[in-house]
């Protein structure tokens, strides 16, 4: 008799989108089966799917706990987990959750510098007279504004793959850069980027800040933005401890410490609407203590129309896309590719969840 075919493991994609890259994930994975599903945004993981898979990869499709026992491994699309932390999978398994942190620094590093480039050098009104035909220099309504960004101080709270992106293109833009984390990182080899690289990015050893700070309370935050910051990058992730861990005392402290004849500082959020006291930065975009903000995230998403922070002065919104590109799902099964390696080997494995902390 010959021998019985060896039975091959069984990767599940879960998604609420028509999903397009089951020939990559196949080309990436020709020892696994592969099938896909599409499920309404946080529906749950039919039992009959749940129970063929091995390996699942989803952005918030999770199985029932009584349909994971063969799982090894859940990979997340997404890099924050917070959408799905209330789900029994967290709480009554201990399968390896992983996630995509890592590959979302380059599309949001970009997002960043446009935001910032688009109000430093005030495109919105070329836009404006490019449509109405307009041959407009405006030199005496925006001479006086109009600014570059070398020499200007960034902080960036939260120094993970997405900050150290943000950091790198901004030290080439001729910007000082100051890291707040939330435990202390005072030696090289603590400064170091152990996670997910996209290659040719980032900040690996950790060396582009002239300072490292960090803390979780007010007094180690305020210290921080004490430092006078032209910009001041939010890339925490949500946790009850950062919830509105910015707000009105924040602001006025970055406002009375910006620096002589530099613009008001300017705040981008990229991490969780909620991490900001929302009602406190129209207060301050409104009075002028902030001279601007662009924002991914709002509280609640989808923003409401009659909203007012659509009509906050100096401004920019979009709809949490800071982070998409055509590289995106190729990337994150480059980290389901890696863990699974080093699944198999028994080792640690990258951007793994870790329960107790809760991301």
Do not use: C
Not at 101 to 123: C, D, F, Q
Not at 244 to 249: D, P, Q
Not at 264 to 274: A, C, D, E, F, Q
């Amino acid at each position: 008799m010959g021998d019985a075919p060896t039975s091959r493991e069984h990767l599940l994609i879960a998604f609420y989108q028509d999903n397009s890259r089951l020939l990559e994930a196949r080309e990436k994975f020709p020892q696994l089966d592969i099938s896909t599903v599409k499920l309404e945004f946080g529906a749950p993981i039919p039992s009959e799917l749940a129970r063929k898979a091995t390996y699942i990869v989803t952005l918030n499709n999770l199985p029932k706990v009584e349909d994971a026992e063969n799982i090894k491994l859940i990979h997340f699309i997404s890099a924050g987990l917070d959408h799905s932390l209330h789900n029994p999978i967290f709480k009554e398994t201990a399968i390896p959750l992983t996630s995509s942190s890592g590959i979302h620094g380059p599309p949001i590093a970009e997002w960043t510098v446009m935001n910032w480039l688009v109000a430093s050098r005030k495109y919105a009104h070329a836009y404006e007279n490019q449509k109405e035909h307009q041959w407009r220099k405006d030199v005496d309504k925006h001479f006086e504004s109009i600014h570059d960004q070398v020499g200007k101080k960034v902080g960036i709270l939260g120094y993970g793959s997405i900050g150290r992106q943000i950091g790198r293109v901004a030290h080439a833009l001729g910007m000082t850069v100051h890291a707040y984390t939330a435990s202390p990182r005072p030696t090289p080899s603590s400064r170091r980027d152990t996670g997910f690289i996209v290659p040719g990015t980032g900040d690996a050893e950790g060396t582009i800040p002239v300072s490292w700070h960090h803390g979780t309370d007010k007094e180690s935050i305020h210290k921080f933005l004490s430092l006078g910051f032209d910009h001041l990058v939010i890339a925490l992730p949500l946790t009850p401890q950062t919830t509105r861990f910015i707000g009105a005392e924040e602001f006025a402290l970055l406002s009375a410490n910006a620096l002589p004849k530099h613009p008001k500082p300017y705040i981008t959020n990229i991490s969780r609407g909620k991490v900001l006291d929302q009602d406190a930065l129209i207060a301050s975009l409104e009075s002028g203590e902030l001279g601007g903000a662009a924002l991914d995230v709002t509280d609640p998403e989808p923003l409401p129309a009659d909203h007012p922070l659509w009509d906050a002065p100096n401004v920019q919104i979009s709809p949490h896309v800071s982070s998409l590109g055509v590289e995106y799902f190729s990337r994150t099964l480059d980290i389901f590719k890696e863990n699974l390696g080093r699944l198999q080997k028994g080792e640690n494995l990258i951007n793994e969840f870790q329960r107790g902390k809760g991301y």
